[in-house]
Structures are given as structure tokens and as C-alpha cells.
């Protein structure tokens, strides 16, 4: 007997006027098998019966059977101006018609052309840009960087961040269930992290985010108690764990992976000078909150009013494309040049005019300003789930990049255990929303969608997660 639910879905999605091809490759049967068979089993995938994803078109995505899902995940934050944008993709297939590579030994317009365009959009110093392939590729060379230029070793994060999974990566990645029983980590000292909503210390004024937490605040007017014990906490790792003098801090901007995880205001200023006193760098991994996809500024790192030393980027930056960079001054970058460092395909010709036209896309469809206005929308809709359900503990983010945290009760902020969550999220995959997910227990919501979507999709996207917390509430009564 199959469990029926009397809860029903109020909400139509709303209509696109693509129409996708026609699927001709193997059964759905055998592609599982070939996965099995010869696909390496870390390549875990999602969902009872993993989706069989044929074709893409800006804020959907289609299945071998035609069926459409609205995608709030965008191939894991990636996935930043749309899928197979036209002019995104117009500009590729020109370009590979044209040249494909050369490696950087030699000059092809491209490079040039992307890094000059890439540049003008941070600040001084931040003028010099060397590319990679990956986020890993780009937290490696910056970590090293740092290494190099202060001649020092030691790196601090944050638990909870995730940078990476290389080796040397694994250190200051930070997160349980991406750690291996090898040795990682020397030189890498890991600190508490300031979540407002989870950590011991947390008000209603702490975040940048329309959406705060229901935790109570008794600071006074421009005093944040939660930022000032957390400083508390970050002199303790200076203080304890590390030489008096260190390489550098890394950290994201707002968390990805651990589930948008928002520091008190504040804190990343006080953070960067204590670091910079101690000789290190301060490393701003814009991987998932660069390129407009948190709507008030184009990079992370500027609605903390901080200046980094060096900045990654990836994932957003190519739309996809297998791309990344790092960002930093003449005189950091100076320090790699003693010697020999080349990384084959970065600037890659057809990278480059990738990562151009996703620049081009990104302002002429306005989509940092549709990032602030729909994500803010979409986070004050979701507040409201918030308001109704005991299982909602928290919501929150900034722009296209939110977070909602599940847990048994508000009072415990216990996470709820894995199968509800299971659950919830393949009623919204049967709806036609997909929805990432991450946190320690990978107890919260994941939404970072392609920065097109729009409000009659947030509408949908909604009234689907509603829809299925009723249907989980219908099945635990």
C-alpha cells in the first residue's frame, strides 16, 4: 500500500516555450549500469532513482523522459547565467571553430582580453589574474601563494568551510564526511565558527540577510555581543594553536557547502586585522558568492567591507565551463615567479571567451540586480514557511544564496534525522523543483539557482516546499 497524501499541489509551474530534443541515447536501465560499472562510486547521485538529466535551458532542465524541473541547485551553484545561454554559447562555438588551445606560452586574444575584463571588476590592488580549471585548483594556488610571499606556514579556516577536496585542500576543508584516514591538515588550524543560528552565540540583528534568526538579542545599538565572543574565540586559535607568526586565513564569505552560513557583521573586519598583525594573508574564497550571486555587490567580500589579499573564484565565474582564477596583487604574485608554475589548460582559449561572455551576460541581463530582488523575495516568502512549521528552524542568506535549516524542534535546533529530509526533498524533486542540500548533518536546504529565475518561478518553488512539509507533516502525525 502505497501512502497517499490528501495534501495536493496548489501551484502550476509556470510555462516555458522551449522544447527539448528528442533523447536517443542508451535506456535509462543501461545508463545505470555503465554508472555501476565503470563511473567511480565517490560520484555518489542524488535521489531513490537518480535523475537521467538530458537537456538545459536557462533556469530548467529536462529529463530523458522530457519531463521539466525548475532548477534551484544549478549544477551546485554553478550554473550562474543560465543553461545554454545563447550568447554564452554562441560565443564558444565560435571560438571552437577558431582555436581551442595554445597553453599560456603564447599570447591568443582571449586571455589577455578576459583577464583585463576580470580585473576591472575588483578593486586595487587586485589586478593580477592567474587561471585554473576548479575551485580546488584556485584554494590550492592561494594557500601556496600565501605560503610562498609570507614564508610562513600555517593557514586558518573555519569549521564547517569547504575549499576543496585535493590533498592539500582536505586541511582547511572542514567538514566531517569529505575528510579521508589520511594525514591532511599539517599546518592548518581550524576555529570556531560564528554561526549565529547553530553556535553558542546568536541574536535577531547579527546577519546581513533580510531574514534573521528567532534567537533573541539583548545588544544595544551598534554593540553585536555574538561577534565580540567570537572575536573572543578567534584570538583563543591565535593564541593557542598557531606560531606568532602564519600564512594566512581563508574563508568563504558566506558558507556554501555547510548550508549559507552567515557570520554576525562585523566579525570578518576584526578577523582580517588580527590576521594581517600575526603577518598572514587574508584569502576570500568567492567560489560560490562571487559574481553577483549574492545581489548587494559582485564579490562576497564587499558587503563585509574588507579588503582580501587574494581572491578565488570558480563554479559561477564559467556558466559550467570547467574554469577558475585567482586574484591578487603584483606583489603576491611576484612570489610565484621565482620559479617555474604553469597549469596546462588554464586560459584556455575557449575558457576565456566563456568566462567573457558570462561577464557580458551577467550585466546585460541585469542578473546581480534580479540576484538581490528575487532572492529577496523568494528569502521573505520562505520566512513565512518559517513562521508556520516547528521543522523549519531557520532561513537564511542573501540574494540567490539561502539556506533553510531543518531541525526536530526551534527550541533544540536538534537537525532533522536524514530520511524526513530525504523525504521532503524527493516530494519536491516529484513536484518538479530540484534542491541542493549541505550542512554538518546535511540537515539544510540548499537554493542557488541560476540567477535568471524569476518571481512567478519562486512562486512555484514555494508553494512545492509548502506543499511537501504538509505532506510531512500529514505522514509523522
Known amino acids: 500500500q502505497k501512502w497517499k497524501s490528501s495534501v495536493s499541489l496548489q501551484a502550476k509551474m509556470p510555462p516555458c516555450d522551449f522544447v527539448p530534443e528528442k533523447y536517443q541515447s542508451y535506456t535509462y536501465d543501461h545508463m545505470l549500469e555503465i554508472r555501476k560499472r565503470n563511473v567511480a562510486p565517490t560520484l555518489l547521485m542524488v535521489y531513490k532513482k537518480p535523475l537521467l538529466l538530458h537537456q538545459g535551458h536557462m533556469q530548467w532542465l529536462f529529463d530523458y523522459e522530457g519531463r521539466r524541473y525548475l532548477d534551484l541547485f544549478a549544477g551546485i551553484a554553478t550554473v ?41 571588476l575588483l578593486p586595487d590592488p587586485l589586478k593580477v589574474v592567474f587561471l585554473t580549471n576548479s575551485g580546488s585548483e584556485a584554494n590550492d594556488l592561494a594557500v601556496f601563494l600565501a605560503r610562498l610571499y609570507t614564508r610562513n606556514f600555517d593557514i586558518i579556516c573555519f569549521r564547517g568551510a569547504y575549499h576543496g577536496g585535493s590533498p592539500y585542500m582536505l586541511g582547511v576543508t572542514s567538514v566531517g564526511y569529505y575528510k579521508h584516514g589520511v594525514a591532511n591538515g599539517f599546518g592548518c588550524a581550524t576555529t570556531m565558527l560564528p554561526d549565529v543560528f547553530r553556535g553558542p552565540w546568536g541574536g535577531s540583528h547579527c546577519r546581513d540577510s533580510p531574514v534573521q534568526t528567532i534567537r533573541k538579542c539583548s545588544c544595544s545599538e551598534g554593540v553585536c555581543h555574538a561577534k565580540d565572543q567570537y572575536i573572543e574565540q578567534f584570538k583563543e586559535t591565535l593564541n593557542t594553536s598557531v606560531p606568532k607568526t602564519i600564512a594566512g586565513f581563508i574563508v568563504e564569505p ?114 546581480q540586480q534580479n540576484s538581490e530582488e528575487v532572492g529577496t523575495y523568494m528569502l521573505l516568502e520562505l520566512a513565512k514557511l518559517r513562521e508556520k512549521f516547528e521543522i523549519v528552524g531557520d532561513v537564511r542568506g542573501k540574494g540567490l544564496m539561502i539556506g533553510i535549516e531543518m531541525v526536530t524542534n526551534k527550541g533544540s535546533r536538534h537537525p532533522l534525522p536524514d530520511e524526513e529530509i530525504s523525504q521532503i526533498w524527493e516530494d519536491c524533486k516529484d513536484m518538479g523543483i530540484l534542491l541542493g542540500r549541505g550542512g554538518l548533518f546535511r540537515q539544510t536546504f540548499r537554493i542557488k539557482p541560476p540567477m535568471c529565475i524569476t518571481r512567478k518561478d519562486v512562486d512555484f518553488a514555494v508553494e512545492v516546499f509548502r506543499t511537501a512539509l504538509e505532506r510531512h507533516m500529514e505522514r509523522t502525525a
Open 80 to 120: 550562474s547565467v543560465g543553461h545554454c545561454h545563447p550568447k554564452v554559447t554562441a560565443a564558444a562555438q565560435a571560438q571552437l571553430a577558431r582555436l581551442w588551445h595554445t597553453s599560456s606560452i603564447y599570447m591568443h586574444p582571449p586571455i589577455q582580453e578576459y583577464a583585463e575584463k576580470l580585473a576591472s
Open 254 to 367: 558566506i558558507q556554501g557547502v555547510n548550508g549559507t552560513v552567515q557570520y554576525p557583521k562585523g566579525f570578518l573586519k576584526e578577523a582580517f586585522q588580527l590576521v594581517r598583525e600575526r603577518g598572514g594573508l587574508c584569502i576570500s574564497d568567492e567560489v560560490q558568492t562571487g559574481f553577483g550571486r549574492t545581489g548587494s555587490h559582485f564579490w562576497g567580500f564587499q558587503s563585509h567591507d574588507v579588503l582580501p589579499d587574494i581572491v578565488t573564484m570558480a563554479k559561477g565565474i564559467g556558466n559550467g565551463f570547467p574554469m577558475a582564477a585567482v586574484v591578487t596583487t603584483k606583489e603576491i604574485a611576484s612570489a610565484l615567479a621565482q620559479n617555474l608554475h604553469i597549469n596546462t589548460f588554464g586560459g584556455n582559449a575557449v575558457a576565456c571567451v566563456v568566462g567573457a561572455a558570462v561577464l557580458d551576460a551577467i550585466e546585460e541581463d541585469a542578473l
